[in-house]
């Protein structure tokens, strides 16, 4: 899970579909970057985890999800519209730009954790139960040795 710590977040620029942008490379907060599509079964079981973990952790981490849909808000406004997701957001990748680089032939789903100085710290491949116990720890536990090793 931590075979590519250290690699950086990189400068990518993403939409909502309100067309309010977010630049990867601006944040200074440590975030779990989500990479996920609708058309994917263990994307879609996940997302209500993603969420609970994003309130579970709120003010220490930001849980970006990052759709994959080549057809953006079309397919992810109504997905996001018929659940009732308290934390996470609908930015769009349509063009696959973080899966190229971060995802192992395309697969999804691919989350990674960064730290306040945009490292990568932990990476799981595949479908995660997020909001476990042995997740939130996990998750706190990589936030707590970033920022002792960053010096925070």
């Given at each position: 899970?931590r075979?590519?710590?250290?690699?950086?977040?990189?400068?990518?620029?993403?939409?909502?579909?309100?067309?309010?942008?977010?630049?990867?490379?601006?944040?200074?907060?440590?975030?779990?970057?989500?990479?996920?599509?609708?058309?994917?079964?263990?994307?879609?079981?996940?997302?209500?985890?993603?969420?609970?973990?994003?309130?579970?952790?709120?003010?220490?981490?930001?849980?970006?999800?990052?759709?994959?849909?080549?057809?953006?808000?079309?397919?992810?406004?109504?997905?996001?519209?018929?659940?009732d997701?308290?934390?996470?957001?609908?930015?769009?990748?349509?063009?696959?730009?973080?899966?190229?680089?971060?995802?192992?032939?395309?697969l999804?789903?691919?989350?990674?954790?960064?730290?306040?100085?945009?490292?990568?710290i932990?990476?799981?491949?595949?479908?995660?139960?997020?909001?476990?116990?042995?997740?939130?720890?996990?998750?706190?536990?990589?936030?707590?040795?970033?920022?002792?090793?960053?010096?925070?």
């Open positions: 899970m075979a590519f710590a250290g690699t950086e977040l990189p400068p990518l620029t993403f939409n909502d579909p309100e067309g309010n942008t977010l630049n990867l490379g601006e944040l200074d907060s440590p975030v779990l970057v989500n990479l996920w599509a609708t058309w994917c079964a263990p994307c879609v079981i996940e997302m209500p985890a993603l969420d609970n973990l994003a309130g579970e952790l709120e003010g220490d981490l930001k849980v970006l999800t990052i759709s994959q849909d080549v057809r953006g808000a079309e397919v992810v406004q109504p997905f996001f519209a018929a659940r997701f308290q934390y996470l957001e609908q930015w769009l990748d349509p063009e696959n730009e973080l899966a190229l680089a971060f995802s192992d032939g395309g999804l789903p691919v989350t990674i954790l960064f730290d306040a100085e945009g490292k990568e932990l990476r799981v491949a595949g479908g995660y139960e997020w909001d476990s116990e042995e997740a939130i720890a996990r998750v706190s536990e990589a936030l707590v040795e970033a920022e002792g090793v960053g010096g925070a």
